[in-house]
């Protein structure tokens, strides 16, 4: 059974940065692709980034250049950086380990404002 926990999330200044991690239980995270989505109120839940097993990334055009996803799967943890934080990136951050099937974390909220 995989169990994905996020963390990082808070409240930050337009400007600042924060960096999520996410940690996955189980065996399969090293040969899984992991993402990134993240969910404003009343929008739906849009791909913000993914990191294949091979380490392929690819972003949203929303995010590009700002976020950085990476992985350590020595700690079966995967990260996203966030710098230059904008109020439109205020949402609750979800991570996926896709393996056959998706597994979803609790989600963390990340709150921009001045």
């Known amino acids: 059974q995989v169990q994905i926990v996020e963390s990082g999330g808070g409240l930050v200044q337009p400007g600042g940065s924060l960096r999520l991690s996410c940690a996955a239980s189980g065996s399969v995270f090293a040969i899984s692709t992991m993402n990134w989505y993240r969910q404003a109120p009343g929008k739906q839940r849009e791909l913000v980034a993914t990191i294949s097993s091979g380490g392929s990334t690819n972003y949203a055009d929303s995010v590009k250049g700002r976020f950085t996803i990476s992985r350590d799967n020595a700690k079966n943890t995967v990260y996203l950086q966030m710098n230059n934080l904008k109020p439109e990136d205020t949402a609750v951050y979800y991570c996926?380990?896709?393996?056959?099937?998706?597994?979803w974390g609790q989600g963390t909220q990340v709150t921009v404002s001045s």
């Open positions: 996926k380990l896709w393996w056959i099937l998706d597994y």
